[in-house]
C-alpha cells in the first residue's frame, strides 16, 4: 500500500472513532438525565409512602384517631377556658 492509501484509510478510521465517541457521550449524559429523573421521583414517592403510613396508622386504629382528636380540643378548650376566665 501506498503512503496515501494509508493515510485515507487513517483518516476513515480515525473519523469512525470519533463518531463512536460522541455517540457515547450522548449516551452517558442520557443516562444522567434519566438518573437525576429517577432521583426526584424516588424523593417524591418516599414522602408518599411516608404520608400513606400515617394515615394507614390511624386507619387500622380508628379509637386513637378519636381520642387524640378529643385530646387536641381539651388542650385548645382548656386554654380558651383560662383566656376567658382570666
Do not use: C, W
Not at 449516551?27 to 408518599?48: A, D, F, M, P, Y
Not at 409512602?49 to 386507619?59: A, H, P, W
Amino acid at each position: 500500500m501506498r503512503q496515501e492509501e494509508k493515510e485515507l484509510i487513517e483518516a476513515k478510521f480515525s473519523g469512525i472513532n470519533a463518531k463512536i465517541d460522541s455517540n457515547f457521550e450522548l449516551l452517558h449524559l442520557t443516562l444522567n438525565q434519566i438518573k437525576e429523573q429517577t432521583i426526584l421521583t424516588n424523593s417524591r414517592v418516599n414522602g408518599l409512602e411516608s404520608q400513606t403510613q400515617f394515615v394507614r396508622f390511624f386507619e387500622k386504629r380508628p379509637i386513637l384517631l378519636g381520642m387524640v382528636i378529643l385530646g387536641f380540643f381539651a388542650y385548645s378548650f382548656t386554654f380558651l377556658y383560662l383566656e376567658f376566665f382570666n
